[in-house]
T-cell receptor, first 113, second 112 residues
C-alpha cells in the first residue's frame, strides 16, 4: 500500500493563479481531510469528506474548493491564490470519523508570491 | 472555542535525558486525545491515543502519556530519549464535533 499520496511536493504560485492539489489514498477509507499548517501553528481543517459525493467545510474553508467523485481521490482547488494561502497542506484519511486515527500524506508546500 | 496548547515550541535535550512535553486543552466534555509525530522527511503518524479506560497510555517507541481530566492535560513522556526521537510532536483533541483540534507542535532536538 502506498497509503496517502500527495502531488506536487512543492509549488510556487503567483497571486491570482489557480491550482489543484492532488490527494489519493489506496486504503479504501471513507473519510478524507485537507489541513493547512502555517508556521508556528497547529493544523487547521479546511474541508473534509465522509464518502464519495459528500464534502463539508472545516474551520478555514474560504478560498478553497473540494470534490470527491471517487473513494480514492480528494483534490483541493485554489481558485485565486493569495499570499495568505502560503502554507503546508496535508491530506489525511481515516476508516471512520469518530474514533479512528488519521493517516497522512507527505504534504505539499505552497508559496504564493 | 476548543483549543489545544503545547507549552514548548522547541525543546533540546541530550541523549538519555527524560522528556515531558505538555499538552492542555480547553474542552470540558468527553474527549479523544492523540499525540502524533513527524520524523524528519516522514509523514505525520500516530504515536499514541486515549479514548477511555486507563488514563496512562503507552505508545510506540517507549512513549507514554497520562490523561489528567481535572487538569485538562495529556502530557507526553519518555524516560530516556534517543537521538532518533528528534522530530516534531503534535497533540490533538477530538471534541464535540468530531473534528481534530491541533496544538502548534513541539520541535524536539536530541543531541547525540
Amino acid at each position: 500500500n502506498a497509503g496517502v499520496t500527495q502531488t506536487p511536493k512543492f509549488r510556487i504560485l503567483k497571486i491570482g493563479q489557480s491550482m489543484t492539489l492532488q490527494c489519493t489514498q489506496d486504503m479504501n477509507h471513507n473519510y478524507m481531510y485537507w489541513y493547512r499548517q502555517d508556521p508556528g501553528m497547529g493544523l487547521k481543517l479546511i474541508y473534509y469528506s465522509v464518502g464519495a459525493g459528500i464534502t463539508d467545510k472545516g474551520e478555514v474553508p474560504n478560498g478553497y474548493n473540494v470534490s470527491r467523485s471517487t473513494t480514492e481521490d480528494f483534490p483541493l482547488r485554489l481558485e485565486l491564490a493569495a499570499p495568505s494561502q502560503t502554507s503546508v497542506y496535508f491530506c489525511a484519511s481515516s476508516p471512520r470519523l469518530a474514533q479512528d486515527i488519521q493517516y497522512f500524506g507527505p504534504g505539499t508546500r505552497l508559496l504564493v508570491l | 472555542a476548543q483549543s489545544v496548547s503545547q507549552h514548548n515550541h522547541h525543546v533540546i535535550l541530550s541523549e538519555a535525558a527524560s522528556l515531558e512535553l505538555g499538552c492542555n486543552y480547553s474542552y470540558g466534555g468527553t474527549v479523544n486525545l492523540f499525540w502524533y509525530v513527524q520524523y524528519p522527511g516522514q509523514h505525520l503518524q500516530l504515536l499514541l491515543k486515549y479514548f477511555s479506560g486507563d488514563p496512562l497510555v503507552k505508545g510506540i517507541k517507549g512513549f507514554e502519556a497520562e490523561f489528567i481530566k481535572s487538569k485538562f492535560s495529556f502530557n507526553l513522556r519518555k524516560p530516556s530519549v534517543q537521538w532518533s526521537d528528534t522530530a516534531e510532536y503534535f497533540c490533538a483533541v477530538r471534541g464535540s464535533n468530531y473534528q481534530l483540534i491541533w496544538g502548534a507542535g513541539t520541535k524536539l532536538i536530541i543531541k547525540p
